[in-house]
């Protein structure tokens, strides 16, 4: 399964190269909150296969994903912005590909469909590492997968060191600058 950060890595080249018509912030959230439902259901089940339930599903994508993202896009990161400003003078690590992620806001329906895309990526990506992508909840119980393979620690490992790479040299090349 990939690192949750490295979700970001196919949305974060549209946001460069069309900065007006995405909201970074929004993208960025889409793609990894899916898996936050995997961290708040496990300590209570304490298994995995029941960590991917509605966030991972369309519908889950353009509800409860949709609203988590813009929250977190529009108030929660804000906020921490404003607070590690205060701790941290300069805005040199709030800026992303040459602009101020954080000042660099989009019209709300731009960032929704920010983050539902966002979300969508995040489902791609795993229904090819996981048996259990349940994206079609609540309507199927089946879980699809989009390769047999899904589940093979070597192809997991192998993926995860090319987001890995990937990931990292977009940090080198957009963060900070």
Do not use: C, Q
Not at 66 to 88: F, G, K, M, Q, Y
Not at 94 to 106: E, K, L, Q, S
């Amino acid at each position: 399964m990939p690192f949750t950060a490295f979700h970001v890595v196919p949305v974060w080249p549209l946001y460069v190269r069309w900065p007006r018509h995405f909201d970074v912030l929004a993208l960025t959230m889409g793609a990894i909150l899916p898996d936050l439902e995997i961290v708040a259901v496990y300590p209570m089940t304490r298994d995995w296969e029941w960590g991917r339930t509605v966030m991972h599903s369309f519908l889950g994508v353009v509800t409860v994903n949709l609203v988590l993202s813009l929250l977190a896009a529009r108030l929660l990161i804000p906020v921490v912005a404003e607070r590690l400003d205060r701790r941290h003078p300069g805005k040199g690590w709030r800026r992303f590909a040459g602009r101020d992620y954080v000042t660099d806001r989009r019209s709300l329906p731009v960032a929704a469909v920010s983050a539902v895309l966002g979300g969508a990526t995040h489902l791609a990506i795993d229904l090819t590492h996981h048996l259990d992508t349940p994206v079609l909840w609540p309507w199927r119980d089946r879980a699809l997968h989009l390769v047999p393979w899904a589940d093979d620690p070597l192809w997991n490992l192998t993926v995860n060191a090319a987001f890995g790479v990937i990931f990292a040299g977009l940090v080198l090349r957009w963060v900070g600058k």
